[in-house]
Nanobody, 116 residues
Framework: LQLVESGGGLAQPGGSLRLSCVAS????????IGWFRQAPGKERELVAT???????DYADSVKGRFTISRDNAKNTVSLQMNSLKPEDTAVYYC???????????WGQGTQVTVSS
């Protein structure tokens, strides 16, 4: 069972990146998904969530800039990040929680750096 994030990198302030989280060994259909981030010296924080029913929620710091989505057919969850700010710099992780068993799976993270 594995979650693999990709799409991180270096972006300029005001720029965009799209992160993807792909599951292997299990299907995401019955999992609630969250994107988290952790900046150096800070605790991991929740950025966005999406339920199995496509309901979404966002941290206040990213509302209106980030969009979480899921494609169960591709076993993928994405995080579209627009209007990036330097304070968005962090390692971004996806987490899947089974809706019945509450089994938790984490990805290994992908680095996002916003800098001019």
């Amino acid at each position: 069972l594995q979650l693999v994030e990709s799409g991180g990198g270096l972006a300029q302030p005001g720029g965009s990146l799209r992160l993807s989280c792909v599951a292997s060994g299990f299907t995401l259909e019955n999992y609630g998904i969250g994107w988290f981030r952790q900046a150096p010296g800070k605790e991991r924080e929740l950025v966005a969530t999406i339920t199995t029913g496509q309901s979404t929620d966002y941290a206040d710091s990213v509302k209106g800039r980030f969009t979480i989505s899921r494609d169960n057919a591709k076993n993928t969850v994405s995080l579209q990040m627009n209007s990036l700010k330097p304070e968005d710099t962090a390692v971004y992780y996806c987490r899947a929680v089974h809706i019945t068993t509450q089994t938790v799976n984490w990805g290994q993270g992908t680095q996002v750096t916003v800098s001019s």
